[in-house]
């Protein structure tokens, strides 16, 4: 579970998407801590909002920790990031009318909801998938549905694949990116 400090970081960035057109990405939701927060949020707010989760629930895809840091080579390992979808689903069951889990590579996922009109406009996308080929594809594949106003955002603090992902991206793109805090919660992230 997440500690306060990290809730009200996310929420506090999340709500500067509450009012722009659009569905909630979250890439990387491991147990779901931070879901159950977008989730609860969206419930309390009756913001008209799709959530849509995605993980490999079972760690990180082989290809993708080519490069990687000894501590994410590690978590592999030792199946730190391993977790059924069924405990998620059991976990977030009170918004199954809202709540989309998808289990897989996001580097595959993501190209075939677009293709599908799954998704169609985000506002609020959130990437905590730590390394950076998959960080990288999903904020290539999801930025052009994020909404005028909306949240791009990355959890990782300052080191690893999410942090080189979106300043990447920032730059080649020519978007202004901005830092959240090294508290916990999202670091660095961008407004469209």
């Known amino acids: 579970m997440k500690t306060e400090q990290y809730k009200d970081n996310v929420l506090e960035l999340f709500s500067a998407a509450h009012d722009v057109e ?6 990387g939701i491991f147990s779901g801590d931070t879901s159950e927060i977008l989730l609860e949020e969206i419930t309390r707010l009756s913001l008209q909002k799709q959530y849509f989760g995605l993980d490999t629930f079972k760690g990180y895809v082989e290809e993708d920790l080519i490069g990687a840091n000894q501590a994410s080579k590690e978590n592999q390992k030792y199946h730190r990031w391993t977790v059924s979808k069924e405990e998620v689903e059991d976990r ?22 677009i293709k599908n009109n799954t998704i169609k406009k985000l506002s609020f996308i959130y990437v905590d998938c730590n390394l950076y080929p998959p960080s990288l594809k999903a904020m ?40 959240f805090s090294n508290t916990p919660g999202p670091s660095y992230y961008l407004i469209k």
């Open 140 to 179: 290539e594949d999801l930025y052009p549905l994020l909404s005028e106003g909306g949240v791009m955002a990355i959890d990782e603090h300052l080191i690893g694949g999410e942090t080189q992902a979106i300043k990447e991206f920032s730059e080649k793109n020519n978007i202004y990116l901005h830092y």
């Open 22 to 27: 659009g569905d909630v990405i979250e890439v």
């Open 92 to 113: 977030l069951s009170n918004y199954k009318d809202i709540s989309n889990l998808y289990e897989g590579d996001s580097k595959e996922i993501i190209p075939n909801l």
